[in-house]
């Protein structure tokens, strides 16, 4: 399966490959997002999710960012169910290609003592909000892809 890529490389930068992992966590119909403050271009909204530390599996990344990010403990489903990359720069300006996994989670418990990014905060969203107001193309996608995966209809069913 091809892995689609998202984003716009600038000229004259350099993208290195960075493995990241993100969260896809349904609570109630909404979706968990954080609002990441930056300094250059107002705040940004992201799916739950980031870099790997060394040695780090994407699944494990995925739990540990969405606690220090949202302050929730997830348990994070075994494969990703989507992959996408993205050209990416940072509000430091550091840029990369971010290669993205994207999980599942389910909501084991709220834990503020786990949220250590001041700059993030948890939203809740409907999903079609969530593709609106994304700011990255791929996190966007893979709500899409997630819903077309999810949804309580087909085309059998409403006899289409």
């Not at 050209?87 to 834990?111: K, W």
Request: aromatic residues 8%; charged residues 30%; proline residues 7%.
């Amino acid at each position: 399966m091809s892995v689609p890529q998202f984003g716009h490389r600038e000229d004259g930068r350099d993208y290195p490959d960075r493995p990241a992992a993100f969260v896809l966590l349904e609570q109630d119909g909404r979706i968990a997002c954080v609002r990441v403050a930056w300094r250059r271009g107002g705040p940004k909204l992201d799916l739950p999710g980031g870099g790997l530390d060394p040695d780090e599996s994407p699944a494990a990344a995925a739990a540990r960012e969405c606690g220090e990010e949202a302050g929730l403990r997830v348990t994070v489903a075994g494969e990703p169910f989507v992959r996408a990359d993205h050209y990416f720069v940072n509000d430091e300006g550091r840029s990369n290609n971010t290669r993205g996994s994207f999980f599942t989670a389910r909501l084991e418990a709220e834990a503020p003592e786990l949220k250590v990014e001041d700059d993030h905060d948890l939203v809740w969203l409907e999903p079609l909000e969530a593709i609106r107001a994304l700011d990255r193309e791929s996190h966007a996608w893979a709500v899409a892809a997630w819903l077309r995966r999810t949804a309580p209809w087909s085309l059998a069913a409403s006899g289409g």
